[in-house]
């Protein structure tokens, strides 16, 4: 799927971004939901508390009492099971806000900031480029398969038995794709030849 973008205006960019970079809405909402959760709980194991009513779960001043005696009245597997998870769910949050989120798009042949602009998933780009490499390596379409990511290209052939694959001309051939899309970022370009044909192909 494609998208076709065209305007003069100086939020070209800022629509430009919104296409090619996944949103952090999903991950917010969660955070956002567990500290209003984990508030929420607090506030109304206090409220019971103050009423002189049983707790839900456990007492506020019980749970920083265990809190604070940690690592007592708890096996060591456990404990460090439970802070291996934390650390995992601490981590997922950590790299989510600090790396640059990307879609499996590209922005297809963008000449000048002024110019339009033309919004391409990676699977299109991905198809272009397996036919590319196809004709090249003289197979057919189920013994090519193309990968493409924000950064690199891997191209990854099955010869037919017996006939040798020119990885050169491959290379080529992506690359000439490449150069007529003028993909941005532009990607570097892989290409893996199975060591074992395809017979009969």
Avoid: C, K
Wanted: hydrophobic share 50%; net charge negative.
């Amino acid at each position: 799927m494609s998208r076709h973008i065209e305007s003069q205006s100086p939020d070209m960019d800022r629509i430009l971004h919104r296409e090619t970079r996944s949103s952090r809405a999903v991950v917010a909402t969660a955070a956002a939901a567990l500290v209003i959760g984990l508030a929420s709980y607090g506030l109304l194991e206090a409220a019971v508390h103050a009423i002189g009513q049983p707790a839900w779960l456990i007492e506020p001043q019980v749970a920083a009492e265990r809190l604070v005696a940690l690592p007592a009245g708890i096996s060591p597997l456990l404990l460090g099971a439970i802070g291996a998870v934390l650390a995992m769910i601490g981590l997922v949050f950590f790299l989510n806000g600090i790396l640059p989120g990307h879609r499996a798009r590209h922005l297809l042949g963008r000449r000048s900031a002024a110019g339009p602009a033309v919004v391409v998933d990676d699977e299109v780009i991905a198809s272009a480029l397996a036919r590319r490499a196809r004709l090249a390596a003289n197979v057919t379409p189920e013994q090519v398969m193309v990968v493409v990511s924000q950064r690199q290209v891997v191209v990854n052939v099955r010869p037919t038995s017996g006939v040798p694959v020119d990885e050169d001309a491959v290379l080529t051939a992506v690359h000439s794709e490449l150069d007529a899309m003028s993909l941005e970022p532009d990607p570097a370009v892989h290409v893996n030849v199975a060591p074992s044909g395809v017979i009969g192909a």
